[in-house]
């Protein structure tokens, strides 16, 4: 298949009433090889993050109206070049400013989509999640619960299903990594570490810092360990190991499709 080059999308650009206004002031007729041109931007720029035809991963679903970084087309734009600090969102500064609005016009049309269906009740969910499963031991939600996890307040909005539904069953398989520069590496957010003391006791928990002389743990229970690493005997790093447990077998199928249905549902405020 022919790729489309660049000058056409500029042409594109200049040709299709794009140029943002606020909110879904543009309607953008995306038609054909224009379509086509565009969806592939996305996928080789955008879907690896954000799902194929926008439905959300690791990154929020664009099939949503509203974006909360984006209120604006102009301000889709500028996060498209400039990133947004601080998260796994970085800057495109290989994309011209032409390509960023044939973007936004593209995200703003997956806006328009139906949102995801999701089997299982929600209600039934919520009773899950504050009975048995523990999980406000570790998370925090709406301001509930022990914070040392990732915060679930609109993890709806940042996470899809398929990936609410793989964070239970198979937690670590999808970490968060911190944005940081590392000189030990991509920095995973919770690092699950084990340690054997000097004085032979072994104690486990997630990395909250480390430089080349100390590091500091978190156990399970919250509470932080600070060691010098040369006074250790033994130091195992767990990559890919989560300190959550997995539910695939505490919960029913059916339980585990009500959790999901609930996490689906948690927003946060717009
Ligand atoms: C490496 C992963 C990654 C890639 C690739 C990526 N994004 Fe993002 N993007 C994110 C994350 C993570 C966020 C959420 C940041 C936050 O608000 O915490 C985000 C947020 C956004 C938002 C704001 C969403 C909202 O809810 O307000 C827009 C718009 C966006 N991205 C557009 C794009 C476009 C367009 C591309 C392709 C050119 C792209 N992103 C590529 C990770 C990525
Ligand atoms: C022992 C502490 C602990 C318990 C209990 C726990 N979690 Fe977690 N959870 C974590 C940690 C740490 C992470 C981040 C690391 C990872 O993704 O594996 C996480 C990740 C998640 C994520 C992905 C969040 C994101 O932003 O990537 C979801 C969703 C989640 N947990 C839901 C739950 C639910 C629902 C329960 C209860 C049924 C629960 N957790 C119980 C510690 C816990």
Redesign the pocket.
Known sequence: MRLLSLSSLIWLAIAAPLAGQADSASDPVLAGAELAAVERLFVSQCARCHGMGGTGGIAPSFRQPKLRRAPTDDAMVRVILSGIPGTAMAGFWNLSEDEARQLTAYVRSLGRLPPERVPGDSGRGRA??AGP???S???ILAGDGAG???D?TD?GR??NAAF?RR??IE??A???VLPLPSVHGPYP??LVIEVTTGSGKTLSG?RVSEDDFTLVLRA?DGRLHSLEKTSLKALRKLPGQ????S?ATAFSAEQLDD?VAY?ASLKGEQ
């Open positions: 899950l999640y499963g523990n999980c031991t570790c998370h040392w996890a990732p679930l993890v940042r996470l609410l964070a239970l937690p670590g999808d970490q968060p957010a919770y997630t399970v989560s300190p959550m447990p539910y959790l996490l």
